[in-house]
């Protein structure tokens, strides 16, 4: 239920942002229109995400919290969109009445979506660090996913890595291959391997050109260059995935992380 809520919460916010009261010729109030189009436009993002994340969704039980991990990875860009709202408001404040208190609730529900979003996390991480399969059924692919994924949220990075390097190994060809090569880097990345975590995305692309987890990849590997301190790099990462992967919600995620 929690979890329905924070996405009807997301939603809400959209919905809830005022149209009418944008309207206006002025300067100030033109610059306000399009930092709330801004915060309008990555709520769609997300929408789209959590849609595309539910239509394809794997049979294990590790899913929903892969829904719940990209979710709170964007959050953080929808408040980044939030306060450039803000930052406009301050100069047409005078002009569009009531539009300071529509941009105060707004950040309330983004804030509150935040809070859901972390707690739902902190449940998970809570969970028993124990294999989340007792057996694994010898020629099972998905069951052997399936405990990768659900040891990775369960925080059994080791566990997580040799199950997904076992799927590998044994079920390389398979569709969802580049999504096990994906999870090894995000071992990494949690375990604050950044080295190894960037050279573990690079596999996806190399190993599985056209997996659907490749724009992921290289944004991921974006964040640990710039984890890393390599900011120049991270940059030129950014500049590349907005290019090469347009029209994905990484290319807009890309392309707002190179407007801060």
């Known amino acids: 239920m929690k979890f329905k809520t924070a996405i009807t919460l997301a939603l809400f916010v959209l919905i809830s942002l005022p149209s009418g009261a944008l309207s206006g010729g002025d300067k100030e109030k033109d610059q306000l229109k399009q930092s709330v189009d801004d915060l309008k436009a990555e709520i769609t993002i997300l929408e789209r995400q959590i849609r595309d994340m539910q239509q394809g969704m794997d049979r294990n039980s590790g ?6 991990t990209q979710m709170s990875d964007n959050v953080s860009a929808i ?16 002009q569009v009445k009531g539009i300071g208190d529509r941009l105060g609730t707004t950040n309330e529900k983004v804030s509150a979506l935040s809070n859901q979003i972390a707690e739902l ?21 998905d069951q052997l996913f399936g405990a990768g994924v659900a040891d990775y949220y369960q925080g059994n990075y080791d566990l997580a890595i040799s199950e997904f390097e076992q799927f590998l190994a044994q079920f390389g060809s398979a569709d969802i291959a580049n999504r096990a090569q994906f999870f090894i880097g995000e071992c990494y990345f949690a375990k604050k391997k950044y080295e190894q975590a960037i050279a573990e995305y690079e596999k996806v692309w190399k190993n599985y050109p056209r997996g659907d987890k490749v724009p992921t990849a290289h944004f991921k590997v974006a964040l640990a260059l710039r984890e890393l301190g390599r900011n120049d790099e991270a940059q030129k990462e950014f500049i590349s995935i ?12 890309a392309a707002r992380e190179l407007e801060h």
């Open 63 to 68: 899913t929903t919290s892969t829904l719940i």
């Open 121 to 141: 996390k902190r449940m998970i991480e809570s969970l028993p660090k124990r294999p989340a399969f007792a057996q694994i059924t010898p020629g099972n692919p």
């Open 242 to 253: 907005r290019t090469k992967f347009k029209g994905t919600s990484e290319a807009e995620l």
């Open 79 to 94: 408040r980044q969109g939030q306060g450039r709202v803000n930052e406009a408001a301050i100069d047409a404040i005078n």
